[in-house]
Nanobody, 122 residues
């Protein structure tokens, strides 16, 4: 089992930056090395969409085109934490942001956090 807890959301102005954190617990660090950690968001009235992901062991990241150049995913292995740095925020980034974990034995994200809300006012 993996527990994920997001934090860092809030109300910001357009153009501001925000960093979200997702702390993973319940497993050892060596086990997490085979995981893929993803960030997702869901805006009101819309379907959940992927923002990007990071391969825990290598640190390699993938960011979707819609936020590429503004969003950065990173991780701190010592803290079992994944970050989503969001820059130049717009009202279209308003959503609830979730992190998720895909175990090495699975082809889908098996574990999800409760989400943290981000509201960008214009």
């Amino acid at each position: 089992q993996v527990q994920l807890v997001e934090s860092g959301g809030g109300l910001v102005q357009a153009g501001d930056s925000l960093r979200l954190s997702c702390v993973a617990s319940g497993r050892t660090l060596s086990t997490l090395s085979g995981y893929i950690m993803g960030w997702f968001r869901q805006a009101p009235g819309k379907e959940r969409e992927s923002v990007g992901r990071i391969i825990w062991g290598s640190g390699r990241t993938y960011i979707v085109d819609s936020v590429k150049g503004r969003f950065i995913i990173s991780r701190d292995s010592a803290k079992n934490t994944v970050y989503l740095q969001m820059n130049s925020l717009t009202s279209e980034d308003t959503a609830k942001y979730y992190c998720a974990a895909q175990p090495p034995y699975s082809v889908r994200y098996e574990y999800w956090g409760q989400g943290t809300p981000v509201t960008v006012s214009s």
